[in-house]
Nanobody, 127 residues
């Protein structure tokens, strides 16, 4: 069963860096295009925030970023291991969220892609 799997989340102090990686689990599949999204879940005291696009890379390696992360985050494709990585520098407490990868996966020999979401990885930035 094909899956999109994120890794690299964790706890870091403000000003620090983390690198997230999005990979596909399953033989015969590759990442066509992918994006990183983030969401802050709510609780009884504080409402959550809607999911927002952080960065996305197209099948032609065109990239877009949310204004809030421009100049601090970099999305890239690592062809060797077929991952889409998000390098996050100069992290701020407001970057704290669950980061999820959304990927268009192409099965070898097929002309179309299918869209998958990963389960997400927690990024926490302390002040």
């Amino acid at each position: 069963q094909v899956q999109v799997v994120e890794s690299g989340g964790g706890l870091v102090q403000a000003g620090g860096s983390l690198r997230l990686s999005c990979a596909v689990s399953g033989n015969g599949f590759s990442i066509d295009a992918a994006g990183w999204y983030r969401q802050v879940p709510g609780n009884r005291q504080v409402p959550g925030k809607p999911r927002e696009l952080v960065a996305r890379i197209s099948d032609e390696n065109n990239v877009i970023y949310a204004d809030s992360v421009k100049g601090r985050f970099t999305i890239s494709r690592a062809s060797a291991n077929d991952t889409v990585d998000l390098q996050m520098d100069n992290l701020k407490p407001e970057d704290t969220a669950v980061y999820s990868c959304n990927a268009d996966l192409r099965e070898r020999g097929r002309p179309y892609v299918s869209n998958y979401w990963g389960r997400g990885t927690q990024v926490t930035v302390s002040s």
